[in-house]
């Protein structure tokens, strides 16, 4: 048998690689020579995704990556409800117990919010007549 071999030698020979690393994803998607990124559609503006991939949606979504902004965002948002929740218990509270509860909230954060809370609970009218008096 004379013929030519399909087989072992033939696999050795496989060593070049159509992917390489991507630079936006890190992922080996990058084909050469199409330029595209087969994982998140790199050059394109938009990531790439589907919505018959359930999984992949949930692998590329918000909370994934470092959340370099939005961290902080949702945790002075959960701050403000806690400060509302004590400045509502300053409202109600009577007359000795307020300085009680306002040597808790007694932080920098919290000056802008109940300044914010006040500004939004009155009128433009009520707060220029203040200031006249």
Not at 13 to 42: D, E, I, M, P
Not at 78 to 90: D, G, H, N, R, S
Request: aromatic letters at 10%; a positive charge.
């Amino acid at each position: 048998m004379d013929g030519v071999t399909k087989g072992t030698s033939s696999f050795g020979k496989r060593h070049t690689k159509s992917h390489t690393l991507c630079r936006r994803c890190g992922n080996r998607s990058f084909h050469k020579q199409k330029k595209t990124c087969a994982q998140c559609g790199y050059p394109a503006a938009k990531i790439r995704s589907f919505n018959w991939s359930e999984k992949g949606k949930r692998r590329k979504t918000t909370g994934t990556g470092r959340m370099r902004h939005l961290k902080t965002h949702y945790g002075l948002y959960q701050e403000t409800l806690k400060i509302f929740a004590l400045f509502l218990q300053v409202l109600r509270a009577r007359s000795k117990s307020k300085l009680l509860v306002l040597k808790k909230i007694d932080k920098l954060i919290q000056i802008p919010v109940l300044v914010n809370f006040y500004y939004s609970r009155t009128s433009l009218s009520e707060r220029s007549h203040e200031t006249n008096e």
